[in-house]
């Protein structure tokens, strides 16, 4: 059974990936995005060995493929570790030796597994050799890629893909960048009381040029709402959290516990389908309706 320990991820994302690697349904190219460099390394490790592991409920951890993996040495998976600075990984030519790889059968496990870490780092030649593969993968080969965003890739990769987000880290995000969060959410917050439902289809359709900001306006929209439940339940003497208290307020005032609540559920809900790797502007449209159902519009 894969665990998480030691790992800093969003609980949402754990359990997606738990219920397809329990499946065995993890799809044949993950992307694991988000989170530090050294948890996206670690968890891409324990689903090598999850594909690779024959024992029972993988990765048991106790095989002799767990064990390979582990001590970094399994004849079935091939990891490709680039680091900033270096000029030969992810190069068109190592995604080449890789494709030629994968046309060799597994020597001991049921699947060729192929680990390239720090994707961001490869240019666009090296990514459409890559998409050859991809969109015509022998049946015993799986790919677990990892960079910081998944928007570094190019999106044909993406939509041959999957997508799992470890969550975002808070502290390496700029100034500029948190108020810009800040800002969108407080202008959700502030489209929700409006009469109708254009405002909310103006701030929601940004999240079209720039999606990147949509998980972490979730996150702040589910602490605005909280803080609203917050002055709501009395306990308004409480500090607000949110960057967001004017409009937590504001949202206290205009709307019943009930669709407070179902704000929160609908960001929670998306969240996990942003993670999900649902289609962006399914979603987004989505996100617009629900929200106006919820408030009344
Ligand atoms: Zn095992």
């Known amino acids: 059974m894969i665990n998480f320990s030691n790992l800093s991820i969003n609980p949402a994302t754990a359990q997606i990936i738990r219920t397809a690697v329990e499946a065995n349904r993890l799809p044949h190219a993950v992307i694991l995005e988000g989170g530090s460099e050294s948890d ?25 493929d767990c064990r390979k993996v582990l001590r970094g040495f399994h004849p079935d998976l ?10 030969e990984s992810l190069k068109v030519d190592s995604i080449r030796q890789i494709r030629a790889d994968a046309s060799i059968y597994p020597n001991e ?3 060729r597994v192929f680990l390239l870490h720090n994707m961001q ?50 502290e390496t995000r700029s100034d500029e960048a948190n108020e810009a969060i800040h800002e969108t959410a407080r202008q959700i917050a502030r489209a929700l009381g409006a009469p109708n439902e254009y405002d909310l289809m103006a701030v929601t359709g940004a999240f079209e040029k720039d999606y990147a900001l949509l998980p972490p306006v979730l996150t702040q929209l589910q602490l605005t709402v909280r803080d609203a439940l917050s002055v709501k339940s009395g306990a308004g003497q409480l500090p607000l959290l949110s960057a967001c208290s004017g409009e937590a307020a504001a949202l206290a005032r205009r709307f019943t516990v009930r669709q407070l609540l179902e704000f929160a559920a609908i960001a929670t809900e998306m969240q996990a389908a942003v993670n999900g790797n649902a289609n962006r502007n399914l979603l987004i449209t989505r996100l617009c309706s629900r929200l106006s159902a919820a408030a009344g519009k």
Request: charged residues 15%.
């Open 121 to 170: 780092l490869s240019n666009e030649a090296a990514q459409n050799a890559l998409l050859k593969i991809l969109e015509e993968p022998p049946v015993y080969v799986r790919f677990l890629l990892t960079c910081p965003s998944a928007t570094a890739l190019l999106p044909t990769i993406l939509s041959r893909a999957c997508v799992y987000n470890l969550g975002q880290q808070i």
């Open 109 to 111: 496990a049921n699947r």
């Open 40 to 64: 996206r390394l670690t968890l891409a490790r324990r689903l090598a060995q999850a594909l690779l592991c024959r024992g029972e409920a993988p990765p048991c951890g106790e095989c002799a």
């Open 78 to 87: 091939t990891e490709c570790l680039a680091q900033p600075g270096d000029t």
